[in-house]
């Protein structure tokens, strides 16, 4: 018979316990986050091409082992789970294609570190303090490198701020890479599977508040630099759901 699936506040410490639609779900969460490591970990690689200068391909080429070692702690879990990571893996979409970049383009790999890197970490903000104790505890220290990441990211855009052609350059990019990361990065706005992942503590906020904290931490960073959100229109083009509350973020930072 199958066991009920536990409810928010209720923990699941080992994998023995995560049974039925929960380990389901567990296991497309684990998924999607082994996707965005081992990709993640893919482009850093070919950033250390890409880099213009020394500095910044050893940086890539740390954070390529990072994102390695991101992707290592889920294999375990996935592996614990009784799945196969390989052929998980094996199933991810192509980096470059997924996620719309230009992986032989130093600026593109940028805009990525800014943009669809950081998105990633909020996701993992959530799985931080998932029901499922193995995945949760894994990832505090994740978050802690990402957090360097970004912080990367950041000044890579305030030095491309300074020259108005570099800045022009990291705008166009960003203007398509930006929407396809909101759409890809969050899911569904609306729907069962939302409901599910709070239901169980599989995640603890809606899309709609994680995609608006991710908003708004970009715009604090955004401010003063130049760089705007991607006109309404950018977002339409590819269907990408948007709340209300998101539109108005969005729209206080357009030209
Ligand atoms: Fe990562
Ligand atoms: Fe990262």
Known sequence: MATAAPLANEMINTPAEATGEYKEMLVRLLTRQIYAETATSEVFGKAITAAPNWQEKELAAEFAAEEARHARGLYDIL??????????????????EYWSLDLSNWLDIAVFNFTVDRAGSHQIMEYRQ????????????VLEDEEDHY?????????????????????????????????????RLEGPDNEFCLQHGLKRHTTEEIINRYLEEMREHMDGTGLMFPPMSAFEAINCELADSTREILQSMQR
């Open 130 to 141: 998932s029901s499922y104790v193995p995945w949760g505890e894994s990832q505090e220290e």
């Open 151 to 187: 912080g990367n990211g950041v000044e890579n855009l305030k030095q491309f701020a300074k020259d108005p052609e570099q800045l022009a350059a990291f705008q166009k990019i960003f203007d398509r890479v930006m929407p396809n990361c909101i759409k890809r990065a969050f899911g």
């Open 79 to 96: 592996t614990d789970l009784g799945e196969d990571p390989e052929a998980i893996i094996a199933g991810r979409p192509d980096a470059e």
